[in-house]
């Protein structure tokens, strides 16, 4: 993936965080449709963006903890991790899982939502969405605010005991678990589980010296 892709699906990845359900008549309480979640996403995850963005003085640390609490409601770490671990995730024991996932959740704060700077006023628009058998693909694009480049970007969600979950974000054909499953499968091809997790537990371990 190439710089701009990659920035962008930093930026998609933040923008999906925010998500709440929405109040309807009767002051009934129910689940929001995929494209609301993101929809109401893009509105409340920008804000924090717009604030640190005006201010680079702000803790940056605080802002992705912010972040990073709203993304633990939303995100569906497990499935995500169980799904770029592919045929090797079934071989692993209970407690192996829960610490990949884990593990697999800090990946994804370093490489994407940790590039807060990367923010520069980038709007979202919705082209629709399509809901089948408990899944959905919210479609979207990013407009540029430098150059005006329009990125597809696709949000995978499925629904989880009533509330829609996040579990894979496309951006420009490129799926971000498919890129981590390439990953893992080229290490485990060659090396065992336990090589692959010291490998992103020394990749962890350097970026947060940075």
């Known amino acids: 993936m190439h710089f701009l892709g990659q920035r962008l699906l930093g930026l998609t990845v933040c923008l999906l965080l ?3 359900f929405c109040s309807q008549s009767l002051g009934a309480v129910v689940p929001a449709s995929p ?48 799904r770029s671990l592919s045929r090797f995730w079934k071989q692993r024991k209970p407690d192996e899982q829960k610490n990949f996932t884990s593990l697999f959740r800090d990946l994804i704060k370093n490489a994407y939502i940790g590039k807060v700077e990367g923010y520069a006023g980038e709007k979202v628009i919705f082209e629709g969405e399509k809901i089948e058998d408990g899944y ?45 499953r390439d990953q893992f499968n080229s290490i485990l091809q060659g090396s065992s589980y336990d090589e692959l997790v010291k490998r992103i537990q020394d990749k962890l371990a350097q970026d947060n010296k940075k």
């Open 18 to 20: 925010g998500a709440v």
């Open 35 to 82: 494209t609301e979640k993101v929809r109401k996403a893009t509105e409340e995850i920008t804000s924090i963006l717009d604030e640190y963005a005006k201010n680079h003085q702000k803790n940056r640390e605080e802002t992705v903890s912010k972040i990073m609490a709203i993304a633990d409601q939303h995100f569906d770490w497990a499935e995500m991790a169980k």
């Open 136 to 180: 959905s693909v919210v479609k979207t694009k990013i407009i540029t605010p430098s150059k005006g480049t329009e990125i597809p970007v696709y949000y995978r969600l499925q629904n989880s005991e009533g509330n829609w979950m996040v579990y894979d974000v496309v951006i420009e054909g490129v799926s971000l678990v498919n890129n981590y």
